[in-house]
């Protein structure tokens, strides 16, 4: 997941330059954002595509399941809400956090 | 509840008053989320502030479905910077409440769309979870 996340990341950062006419900055994305892109500016084309086919072996394997029924119910949360602060990582750890 | 993007009740309210669109969901509001589903002359920001004051210039697909169908957009709700995180504390418009707790999170990357719904404001909401939650 982390693969195709980062990816995408990396794309953002293309769509932000076409839109502003430059590069983004250091100071103007979060921290996080700045690993990701990194990170996805690293994969090779063939890791990008064996990642989207994990996917969609993942995809297959669950489609079944909606052959029976029309939606998956799962709890969005196992524990209340944790509090703000814990949950954000702006200040490194991109891998770490996906 | 810091949920809000960029708010739209004065364009809301000019186009409710006007005529809209027949269908069942004609004149319902609804708060799309900052991130992609462009508003013709609305900032969009994807909540990073690299596009600074971006204007979007034609409405996406969703936006344009949305109006097409007579919902009136209120504005857009906020979320992590390009969706990244599971909890809706950007840097560009800081911390989005838990309206049940406001020291806790709303989630993510739709923090700004659940708070809302949390608030049990009467807007429908648009949802771009990567892991297909819904609040």
């Not at chain 1, 839109?19 to 900055?25: A, K, L, S, T, V």
């Given at each position: 997941?982390?693969?195709i ?91 770490e956090?996906? | ?48 502030g ?36 599971s ?43 990567a ?5």
């Open positions: 997941m982390v693969t996340w980062a990816v995408g990341n990396a794309s953002d950062r293309e769509l932000v330059e076409s839109r502003i006419g430059r590069p983004p900055r250091h100071h103007e994305l979060e921290i996080t954002t700045w690993e990701l892109i990194e990170l996805g500016r690293e994969v090779s084309a063939v890791e990008m595509v064996r990642a989207v086919d994990l996917l969609h072996s993942a995809s297959r394997a669950i489609a079944p399941f909606f052959d029976s029924y029309d939606a998956w119910l799962t709890p969005t949360l196992a524990q209340p809400p944790l509090p703000l602060g814990l949950l954000n990582k702006s200040y490194g750890g991109a891998r956090w996906w | 509840m810091n949920c809000l993007a960029t708010p739209m009740f004065e364009e809301a309210r000019a186009r409710a008053v006007g005529k809209l669109p027949a269908g069942p969901l004609s004149g319902v509001p609804f708060l799309v989320k900052d991130l992609g589903q462009p508003y013709a002359g609305v900032r969009q920001t994807d909540v990073t690299a596009l600074g004051g971006f204007i979007a210039d034609q409405d996406g697909g969703l936006v344009t479905r949305l109006r097409s169908a007579g919902l009136v957009i209120i504005g857009r709700a906020t979320a992590p910077e390009f969706g990244n995180h909890t809706t504390e950007p840097e560009l418009f800081g911390a989005c409440h838990n309206p049940w707790d406001m020291g806790r999170s709303a989630g993510g990357s739709s923090g700004g769309s659940a708070a809302r719904a949390f608030s049990r404001s009467a807007e429908a909401r648009s949802k771009t979870n892991n297909c939650m819904e609040r």
